[in-house]
């Protein structure tokens, strides 16, 4: 079965600094989805990034970027220029590369931003 | 575009009465998910159906939970009859045909008293 760890429940940065959040997975699988997602305290759920396991290419959405190291299982986030709307629940997610597989996630990763 | 819709919002219920959930997935989605999150389990797959065909329904913990799709527009997770462990947040999510991402709903945050 296929796992998801992030193994830092808390971080903080600063606002305009950079931060990076950790997330391992363990799978059998050649070909799958990664994403991370967003829970503000509002609990709404929202995509942040999404890499696919067979494009090398790290994905970035704005202020957002991946580091996938698909042979060590490895998708961090790295959010540049963070800001007070940034803080929220972060959680890494896993997909087979099956139409509506499940999303397996991952523990969450609490952000702060502090001003 | 509307996003997911999920009613209602908040559901407060006594131990053994009957909850209904109820979802609506993007408009030309055609796989439906529903979570659950709570803080011991954190956020765990109860069944999904594609093109309203209850595909994988493992998650479901019990025989008191049933989910619904009676039409690509609609579906409903209903407990029956609910306990105080029930107590969580409950997520549906859509995703389009030939596509991976999956889109939630705000959340149903349900508490059985």
């Known amino acids: 079965a296929q796992t998801v760890t992030q193994s830092q429940p808390e971080m903080s940065v600063q606002e305009a600094e950079t931060v990076t959040l950790s997330c391992t997975y363990d799978t059998s699988e050649s070909d799958y989805y990664l994403f991370w997602y967003k829970q503000p305290p509002s609990r709404q759920m929202i995509l942040v990034i999404r890499?696919?396991?067979?494009?090398?290419q790290n994905a970035t959405e704005n202020r957002f970027s991946v580091n996938f190291q698909k042979a060590a299982k490895s998708f961090s986030l790295k959010i540049s220029d963070s800001q007070l709307g940034d803080a929220a629940m972060y959680f890494c997610a896993y997909m087979r590369k099956t139409s509506g597989s499940r999303l397996t996630f991952g523990e969450g990763t609490q952000l702060t931003v502090n001003p | 575009d509307a996003g997911v819709i999920q009613s209602p919002r908040h559901e407060v219920t006594e131990m053994g009465q009957e909850v209904t959930l109820r979802c609506k997935p993007i408009s030309g989605h055609n796989s439906l998910f529903w979570y659950r999150q709570t803080m011991m389990r954190g956020l765990e797959l109860l069944i999904y159906f594609n093109n309203n065909v209850p595909i994988d329904d493992s998650g479901m913990p019990e025989d008191r939970f049933s989910a619904k799709m009676p039409n690509a527009s609609f579906s409903t997770l209903k407990i029956q009859p609910s306990e105080p462990r029930d107590s969580a947040v409950y997520f549906c999510?859509?995703?389009?045909?030939?596509?991976?991402?999956?889109?939630f709903g705000p959340g149903t945050r349900l508490l059985v008293l």
């Open positions: 890499q696919e396991a067979y494009k090398q």
């Open positions: 999510a859509s995703s389009p045909p030939a596509l991976a991402t999956q889109y």
